[in-house]
């Protein structure tokens, strides 16, 4: 896990404060940013639900919500902690472990990689399962909502009906939720500190550049984000909609990479003085990042929708989300409500 960080400053009336927590990333700023972009971007063929300004922004109010149960217990911050980073090193490895543009399949497959070079996934970080995770689960949930909706579409028996309408209304409370719970890592994933064992200050090991030692992490994605990172902004940099035409771990995969090559990039601009104040360069640099991580997000977004049509729902004999919408799957209600 990421060690203390010295100050978080909160206020030109408070210039810094102690901060002992493990780094952060982005702030709220930066995670409602990322978020409220991503949603309010969203193609017209996703559901309509989706696309309401009140999804987009409840949805970036969820996505702070990793960062504000921190501290909740041993057990909890522990595991959660490192799921918001992974500390890649300057040869796109997770601390000498497997490459992070070709990850193993699972976290398990991970740990033992990591085990084998005398780590762990809780000391390199475990981001890109988290993002991959995720995704994973909002396929599940899109094809579960698609499930109902075709069942208040077919169903006969209006008890059925009824319930089926119920549970579509569940699953959207569960879809924003679980977005919103996701599109944090998806987001921690475009700042560079959170892919790189550089993640504060350039730290040990080579430094020819004579790359800052100071604890910038924090007050570079917190409060000068807030200070100088808009919404129109954001949404102005954001490219179309890109299909990777790939599996989401290869997906994730470049995503981090990218990031990844930013941050000798970083370092350079915090030496010339970009992110002092009146400087545009650091202004226009962290937008760039936000941007990136809505324009991840969307795509992702719609990835997870496009996928959710083939998505397997029901036990013990499962059918796909499509089967259920084109009427080949018996009635919705049996099928999702359970027969036991």
Request: proline share 7%; with cysteine; charged share 20%.
């Amino acid at each position: 896990m990421h060690p203390p960080l010295r100050y978080l400053a909160i206020a030109a009336v408070v210039p810094s404060l102690l901060w002992t927590g493990p780094a952060l990333a982005w702030g709220s700023s930066g995670h409602r940013l990322v978020t409220q972009a991503a949603v309010e971007s969203l193609p017209s063929d996703l559901p309509a639900f989706m696309r309401q300004p009140v999804f987009a922004v409840e949805t970036a109010e969820i996505a702070r919500d990793p960062d504000r149960t921190r501290g909740s217990g041993r057990a909890h911050d522990s595991d959660r902690d490192p799921a918001h980073f992974v500390d890649g090193d300057d040869e796109g490895r997770a601390l000498g472990g497997p490459l992070i543009a070709a990850l193993p399949p699972t976290r398990e497959d991970y740990d033992a990689a990591l085990r084998a070079v005398g780590s762990d996934s809780w000391k390199a970080g475990y981001l890109p399962y988290s993002i991959v995770e995720g995704w994973q689960h909002l396929v599940k949930d899109l094809a579960l909502w698609r499930a109902d909706n075709a069942g208040v579409r077919l169903a006969t028996d209006p008890a059925h009906k009824a319930w089926l309408e119920a549970d579509r209304a569940r699953r959207e409370l569960l879809i924003r939720a679980d977005l919103g719970v996701w599109s944090h890592f998806v987001g921690d994933a475009s700042y560079p500190l959170h892919v790189s064992v550089h993640y504060n200050g350039w730290g040990k090991g080579p430094n020819p550049d004579g790359f800052t030692q100071e604890h910038i992490h924090v007050p570079l994605e917190g409060p000068y984000v807030a200070q100088h990172v808009t919404l129109a902004a954001v949404k102005a940099q954001m490219a179309i909609y890109k299909a990777c035409g790939c599996a989401i771990d290869a997906r994730v995969g470049e995503y981090l990479s990218s990031s990844m090559g930013l941050v000798r990039p970083f370092y350079a601009l915090e030496k010339a003085g970009g992110f002092k104040e009146g400087d545009r360069r650091g202004v226009a640099f962290m937008t760039a990042r936000i941007a990136a991580g809505a324009e991840e997000l969307r795509d992702m977004i719609v990835d997870a929708w496009n996928a959710s049509d083939g998505m397997s729902i029901g036990y013990p004999i499962p059918v796909t989300a499509s089967e259920v919408e084109a009427g080949r799957a018996g009635d919705p209600y049996l099928l999702l409500r359970g027969n036991d």
